[in-house]
T-cell receptor, first 118, second 113 residues
């Protein structure tokens, strides 16, 4: 089945630094990828839709200058948390759908990245 | 905008028994997809079952089945013969025509041995 790989799984950084998270579709091409954020014991909140070759679409309330998204190829999207602060600490999950899997195909998720900003 | 509501924050079921998790949603679209995802402590999102809105027949995957009531906008998940490995957070999800998936707040399922 379709696999989405996310790296790193865990990262600790100092306040003010930037962190890049990679999301790769391993056996399919994804023109669109989705980035979610999940706080402890809460649901997944969609942050942005990453579009290959064009600008990402951000959900309301998400700062696009803080969460930079780049989708440079059909198999790779990156999320960069710029000038990270402790309130950015969270679990970030990427996902993608295999377009060849039919209209009802589900999202396939990466394993997530736990970001801790100290 | 679409919304997904899971009214049961937590549920418990005895091992080998059956449990039903409820989900309702709100939409003005006629064509959409619904999913149940499971998130164990590892936090990996695992697809449990999917349902196309245009299909009247309820989806079934082994011990998991849904009761899809389109007019009522209800999409409940039934787990039969509950097993210890079923313990997890369960999210009901709606996929709209823009391919975005909206998740409910989740139901934490405990399996009692």
């Amino acid at each position: 089945g379709a696999v989405v790989s996310q790296h790193p799984s865990r990262v600790i950084c100092k306040s003010g630094t930037s962190v890049k998270i990679e999301c790769r579709s391993l056996d399919f091409q994804a023109t669109t990828m989705f980035w979610y954020r999940q706080f402890p014991k809460q649901s997944l909140m969609l942050m942005a839709t990453s579009n290959e070759g064009s600008k990402a679409t951000y959900e309301q309330g998400v700062e696009k200058d803080k969460f930079l998204i780049n989708h440079a190829s059909l198999t790779l999207s990156t999320l960069t948390v710029t000038s990270a602060h402790p309130e950015d600490s969270s679990f970030y999950i990427c996902s993608a759908r295999d377009p060849t899997d039919g209209g009802g195909s589900p999202l396939h998720f990466g394993n997530g990245t736990r970001l801790t900003v100290t | 905008a679409q919304t997904v509501t899971q009214s049961q924050p937590e549920m418990s079921v005895q091992e080998a028994e059956t449990v039903t998790l409820s989900c309702t949603y709100d939409t003005s679209e006629s064509d959409y997809y619904l999913f149940w995802y499971k998130q164990p402590p590892s936090r990996q999102m695992i697809l449990v079952i999917r349902q196309e809105a245009y299909k009247q027949q309820n989806a079934t995957e082994n011990r998991f089945s849904v009761n899809f009531q389109k007019a009522a906008k209800s999409f409940s998940l039934k787990i039969s013969d509950s097993q210890l490995g079923d313990a997890a957070m369960y999210f009901c999800a709606y996929r709209n025509r823009d391919d975005k998936i909206i998740f409910g707040k989740g139901t934490r399922l405990h399996i009692l041995p």
